[in-house]
């Protein structure tokens, strides 16, 4: 943040007819842009070696997915949007049974440890072992931990450090990502 301020100031300044730099100053810029070039080229490539590593065992193409979801679901598992808050109906499932993703059928969390977070999202305090993945988002420009099927890839919600007891965490999930299994 620091460097992008550096270089906001600089090319307002430039600007100003009266304007020179002595070497101090120089050298104060360039460390930003340096600076700036190599933390955007280290996110792009962190960013794109992660994807390239991660393989699923449920793949399928574009169309075969839009052919199997529900437009919804389409753009929340494959699209990684947010359906709207308090429009889903599993907000008010309460039997027994599991949640399980709406791409693949992947178990992802017993009907026990769902809770009510009141943020109009189906909520849980642990996934069942083995069934999610995460992954950082700065979707928001904001550091946040998507969840994702760990079978097939597909964005399921967020995770944060606002839960209930016993784990602390609020795994705070798409409805449409997800089907119920009494």
Request: aromatic share 10%; hydrophobic share 35%; net charge positive.
């Amino acid at each position: 943040r620091e460097t992008f301020c550096l270089l906001r100031t600089y090319v307002q300044t430039s600007r100003r007819k009266d304007f020179s730099m002595n070497d101090h100053d120089k050298r104060t810029f360039l460390k930003a842009l340096f600076g700036a070039a190599a933390s955007l080229a280290t996110a792009a490539l962190w960013t794109s070696s992660a994807a390239a590593r991660k393989t699923f065992e449920v793949v399928k193409s574009d169309a075969e997915w839009r052919k199997i979801l529900s437009p919804m679901a389409y753009r929340v598992l494959r699209e990684e949007h947010t359906e709207p808050p308090f429009s889903s109906p599993l907000n008010n499932e309460k039997r027994r049974g599991n949640f399980v993703c709406a791409g693949c059928g992947q178990k992802l969390f017993n009907a026990l440890t769902k809770y009510e977070s009141g943020t109009g999202w189906p909520s849980f305090w642990r996934p069942i072992r083995g069934a999610i993945g995460t992954k950082a988002d700065y979707g928001l420009h904001l550091p946040r931990t998507e969840v994702h099927c760990l079978r097939c890839g597909g964005h399921i919600g967020h995770v944060f450090d606002d839960g209930p007891k016993p784990t602390g965490k609020r795994y705070c999930m798409n409805g449409a990502a997800m089907k119920f299994e009494p």
